[in-house]
């Protein structure tokens, strides 16, 4: 569990959840390539950006 939003918290910030994912692939090195993809991971079975705007920003790829 951790946050989508800062690399280096320690608990959810006010009002929000921790990130919880199963299996899944992380991509780095692709900032700005993929800039479509959602911010946030609100369908738990689509990629989305995790981190972004900082220099861990990277793709979380759901896999089943």
């Known amino acids: 569990m951790t946050s989508n939003d800062d ?7 006010s009002g929000k959840r921790w990130v919880t994912t199963g ?15 959602p911010k946030t ?3 738990p079975q689509k990629p ?3 981190w972004g705007g900082t220099s ?3 793709i979380m790829m759901p896999v089943r």
């Open 56 to 58: 861990y920003e990277h």
């Open 7 to 13: 690399p280096f918290a320690t608990a959810p910030p």
């Open 41 to 43: 991971p609100d369908n």
């Open 48 to 50: 989305f950006i995790m």
């Open 23 to 37: 299996p899944h692939v992380m991509v780095v090195g692709m900032a700005g390539m993929l800039e479509d993809l």
